[in-house]
């Protein structure tokens, strides 16, 4: 079946460590993807995309991802993180439904939580 | 520009009783979605309008209706609630057509409801 997986359920790390949060999708077709991420108590913000092209994508708050295509992944990475990176990461990707349309569907999240 | 509104904020109420959870867009998106958000699950789709007039169902659409007042409401109906339903639920909206590959979404704030 085809689905969006996040292997990590909770990640702790202190602030300056690096990031790699991992996503990987069931589908053999062309992909787009997408990265939001949910600050506590707030609603979900997109964070960067892919669609075509570089497969490393920059986005918002020095967050980048890269889409490996042989490895059906589309990993989320950070250099050096803060405290106020803690909050909850989710995978998107749109998978087909029939009829020609998409379903954006979700990974389950990953919560990172960032000690000072 | 307040992008994606959703009323109330939060809800408690008794088993069997009903609500009607309201969402207002003011991005002039065409398609709107309901999803609901629970612990450990992601988001799972529960409807969506591709346009006004039009709804259709998602993931998770027992126990749910919806009506897609105008261009820029779409608001979820429980007729008859149950603890099962206590969940957060995000509405969100997009400037392309449900379905599409492409599609960006932007979400409101989510309204956390308790059934007791």
């Not at chain 1, 600050?39 to 979900?44: E, I, K, S, V």
């Not at chain 1, 918002?60 to 992944?73: H, L, P, R, V």
């Not at chain 2, 979820?76 to 609630?81: D, K, T």
Request: contains cysteine; hydrophobic residues 35%; proline residues 5%.
């Amino acid at each position: 079946a085809q689905s969006v997986s996040q292997h990590n359920h909770h990640v702790i790390l202190s602030e300056a460590a690096s990031l790699e949060l991992g996503c990987n999708y069931s589908y053999g077709g062309t992909v787009n993807l997408f990265w939001y991420v949910q600050y506590p108590g707030q609603h979900l913000q997109l964070l960067l995309k892919y669609f075509s092209g570089d497969p490393l994508v920059k986005g918002i708050k020095g967050f980048e991802a890269e889409f490996i295509k042989s490895k059906f992944s589309f990993n989320l990475r950070k250099p050096s993180v803060q405290w106020s990176d803690t909050a909850e990461y989710f995978c998107a990707v749109p998978l087909p439904r029939g009829a020609g349309s998409y379903q954006l569907t979700f990974g389950k999240g990953t919560k990172l939580s960032v000690i000072p | 520009n307040a992008g994606v509104t959703q009323t109330p904020k939060f809800q408690v109420l008794k088993t069997g009783q009903s609500m009607t959870l309201q969402c207002a867009q003011d991005m002039n998106h065409n398609s709107m979605y309901w999803y609901r958000q629970d612990p450990g699950m992601g988001l799972r789709l529960i409807y969506y309008s591709a346009s006004e007039g039009t709804t259709d169902k998602g993931e998770v659409p027992n126990g749910y209706n919806v009506s897609r007042l105008n261009k820029r409401e779409f608001s979820l109906r429980l007729e008859s609630a149950a603890p099962s339903q206590t969940s957060v639920y995000f509405c969100a909206s997009s400037d392309t057509q449900a379905g599409g590959a492409r599609e960006t979404q932007y979400f409101g704030p989510g309204t956390r409801l308790l059934v007791l």
